[in-house]
């Protein structure tokens, strides 16, 4: 198993507008669940700490194998969540382990 954790600082002009880019950044991608295969768990998470060095959000994916990790970063149903979400996001940080 693999697991693929992703964070990420949101778009928004204010409090409030950050919370609403990050709610539609988590509906696009928990939409992902059950479409991609190999992809065994996904969550996302918003951050509640505040804390200045803290990101908005985060995306946690468990996956079967390496080449399901590989696959999903390339499957139109992902593409397309990136491709919608377009610069709601405006720093990413990556961690795959095993």
């Keep these: 198993m693999i697991k693929h954790i992703v964070m990420w600082n949101v778009s928004g002009d204010s409090p409030e507008q950050r919370a609403e880019t990050a709610q539609r950044v988590k509906k696009a991608f928990e939409g992902l669940a059950g479409l ?7 969550e996302v998470g918003l951050d509640v ?14 996956f079967e ?34």
């Design 36 to 42: 991609i295969p190999g992809l065994l768990k996904l």
């Design 65 to 98: 194998t390496a080449e399901s990790l590989q696959a999903y970063a390339q499957h139109p149903e992902h593409l397309r969540v990136r491709n919608e979400l377009g610069n709601c996001r405006i720093a990413r940080y990556q961690v795959d382990y095993l």
């Design 49 to 62: 700490s505040r804390v200045d060095y803290a990101c908005d959000m985060v995306l946690y994916t468990e």
